[in-house]
T-cell receptor
Framework: GAVVSQHPSRVICKSGTSVKIECRSL??????MFWYRQFPKQSLMLMAT?????????EQGVEKDKFLINHASLTLSTLTVTSAHPEDSSFYIC?????????????FGQGTRLTVV | GENVEQHPSTLSVQEGDSAVIKCTYS??????FPWYKQELGKGPQLIID?????GEKKDQRIAVTLNKTAKHFSLHITETQPEDSAVYFC????????????FGKGTKLSVKP
């Protein structure tokens, strides 16, 4: 099946610094990618929809200036957590739907465990 | 917008028994219903999906049923094995590469040997 690769899988950063997370679709082109945040023992919360060549669409309550999204190509979207604080520590997961498969199955990256100290 | 309810939140079964997880959705426009398995520290993996023009789909020990009239769909795992232990999420949404999926809150399945 289609593969979505996310990097890094784990990152520890100091409070106040910025962290960039990459999401790549390896064998299909994705005009749209989705970024989720997941707290322990909870479901996936959609943060934003990343659109290739245009601005991302953010969900209510998600600060666009804090979570910068760039979708510069059809295979790469990046999420940058700016001026990170301990409360930003979480599991971040990206997803993309393969337009070449039927109803466009959604595939997920491996996730990035962010710890802000 | 779409709302997905998932039950139960936790499920414990004995190895070899069957496990059933149920979801309901609210938006009749949804036509795509995937199920994901998530192991600790990993991203969700698609295990099976069903489209609105189909009532049932089976893949070895896993099956999914859909009742469009009642707006509910279920995951059935037969002959459970310890490696089936994980968190399972249902989702609902529209077909197409640009549509978002709405997820249930997840079911933690534990299969006891």
């Amino acid at each position: 099946g289609a593969v979505v690769s996310q990097h890094p899988s784990r990152v520890i950063c100091k409070s106040g610094t910025s962290v960039k997370i990459e999401c790549r679709s390896l064998d299909f082109q994705a005009t749209t990618m989705f970024w989720y945040r997941q707290f322990p023992k909870q479901s996936l919360m959609l943060m934003a929809t990343s659109n290739e060549g245009s601005k991302a669409t953010y969900e209510q309550g998600v600060e666009k200036d804090k979570f910068l999204i760039n979708h510069a190509s059809l295979t790469l979207s990046t999420l940058t957590v700016t001026s990170a604080h301990p409360e930003d520590s979480s599991f971040y997961i990206c997803s993309a739907r393969d337009p070449g498969q039927g109803y466009s199955e959604a595939f997920f990256g491996q996730g990035t465990r962010l710890t802000v100290v | 917008g779409e709302n997905v309810e998932q039950h139960p939140s936790t499920l414990s079964v004995q190895e070899g028994d069957s496990a059933v997880i149920k979801c309901t959705y609210s938006d009749s426009a949804s036509n795509y219903f995937p199920w994901y398995k998530q192991e600790l520290g990993k991203g969700p993996q698609l295990i099976i999906d069903i489209r609105s023009n189909v009532g049932e789909k089976k893949d070895q020990r896993i099956a999914v049923t859909l009742n469009k009239t009642a707006k509910h769909f279920s995951l059935h795992i037969t002959e459970t094995q310890p490696e089936d232990s994980a968190v399972y999420f249902c989702a609902a949404g529209a077909g197409g590469s640009q549509g978002n999926l709405i997820f249930g809150k997840g079911t933690k399945l534990s299969v006891k040997p």
